[in-house]
């Protein structure tokens, strides 16, 4: 089992940066994947960028440019850099966690965190 605590969220007006904050605890050795998702409110959960355990990144092409995902030394705490922020932003905020262990694959999810932005 992965326990996710995310941090970072709030109220920004449009232009403005937020950073998000994802610690992962219990069984971190299987991460093969850290990221983010998001969902507005009507609308489907959708990926907004991707980092796995080798470094490699995904972005959707609505944040490409302006948020950075990354993640620490350990691989256990990842990152969302949000710089020019646009009020279609506005959604919560989920970290999910991928992980390889025993060949079986698991995901796991955040609790969420709100983002919005004001315009």
């Known amino acids: 089992q992965v326990q996710l605590v995310e941090s970072g969220g709030g109220l920004v007006q449009a232009g403005g940066s937020l950073r998000l904050s994802c610690a992962a605890s219990?069984?971190?050795?299987?991460?093969?994947?850290m990221g983010w998702y998001r969902q507005a409110p009507g609308k489907q959960r959708e990926l907004v960028a991707t980092?796995?355990?080798?470094?490699?990144?995904n972005y959707a092409d609505s944040v490409k440019g302006r948020f950075t995902i990354s993640s620490d030394s350990a691989k256990i705490t990842v990152y969302l850099q949000m710089n020019s922020l646009k009020p279609e932003d506005t959604a919560v905020y989920y970290c999910?966690?991928?992980?390889?262990?025993?060949?079986?694959?698991?995901?796991?999810w955040g609790q969420g965190t709100q983002v919005t932005v004001s315009s």
């Open positions: 999910n966690v991928e992980s390889l262990t025993d060949q079986i694959a698991d995901d796991y």
């Open positions: 219990g069984s971190v050795f299987g991460i093969t994947a």
């Open positions: 980092i796995t355990s080798a470094g490699s990144t």
